[in-house]
């Protein structure tokens, strides 16, 4: 059984380059999130999938940033023009479908985005 | 909208237990999580609880809720060094939203 996987792991670019994250959910996951979490503070939602619709965008998802998830499988995250405040850890997650508890949200290990 | 707090820090020693408290703001009905990172890496899931519960209890893990204070606390049960790691607690209102609101976490250092 294999966990949420994200690649790469480490990513360092320079200001204004773009840059794509992946991430692979658990198989049979329908639902698929990410969140971005800064040095010392807790994860922030941006956005959220159910198969291949994304149904929840946060606010802090600006018009630099694009999420996807094309076949409602894996998911890919764009950040274009980077600027030094997206440096932070990119988090993915996914759920089974249905409500209440099966609904949990299991994590991957991160992409950590450092802007140079 | 929806606002967890935490405190930032606990150091406990080893086999002592360890209680972690959260206090969160959303008045709806909702789901609340703790999750634990370690250093570099993602979130694991340690156990959950919805808020028509009192308390659920998992091996070393017992999660108490006030739902009236909106007060929910992690005790961990005989503290291992191995339990040193970021603490976080989550909800999620039981609106059809899907979108966790976090703490900012609580650090456990646990002294040998």
């Known amino acids: 059984d294999t966990g949420v996987s994200q690649d790469p792991r480490h990513k360092i670019t320079k200001r204004g380059q773009n840059v794509t994250f992946r991430c692979d959910p658990i198989?049979?996951?329908?639902?698929l999130y990410w969140y971005r979490q800064t040095l010392g503070q807790g994860p922030e939602f941006l956005t959220y999938?159910?198969?291949?619709?994304?149904?929840?965008k946060s606010r802090l998802l600006s018009d630099r940033f694009s999420a996807e998830r094309p076949k409602g499988s894996f998911s890919t995250l764009e950040i274009q023009r980077t600027e030094q405040g997206d440096s932070a850890m990119y988090l993915c997650?996914?759920?089974?479908?249905?409500?209440?508890?099966?609904?949990?949200?299991?994590f991957g290990p991160g992409t950590r985005l450092t802007v140079l | 909208g929806e606002d967890v707090e935490q405190s930032l820090f606990l150091s406990v020693r080893e086999g002592d237990s360890s209680v972690i408290n959260c206090t969160y703001t959303d008045s709806s009905s909702t789901y609340l999580y703790w999750y634990k990172q370690e250093p570099g890496a993602g979130l694991q899931l340690l156990t959950y609880?919805?808020?028509?519960?009192d308390m659920k209890q998992d091996q070393r893990l017992t999660v108490l809720l006030n739902k009236k204070d909106k007060h929910l606390s992690l005790r961990i049960a005989d503290t291992q060094t191995g339990d040193s790691a970021i603490y976080f607690c989550a909800e999620r209102p039981d609106t059809g939203r899907r979108a966790l609101t976090f703490g900012s976490g609580t650090r456990l250092q646990v002294q040998p």
């Open positions: 997650a996914s759920s089974p479908s249905g409500g209440g508890y099966t609904d949990t949200q299991y």
């Open positions: 609880i919805f808020s028509n519960m």
């Open positions: 999938f159910q198969n291949e619709a994304q149904l929840e």
């Open positions: 198989s049979e996951h329908n639902r």
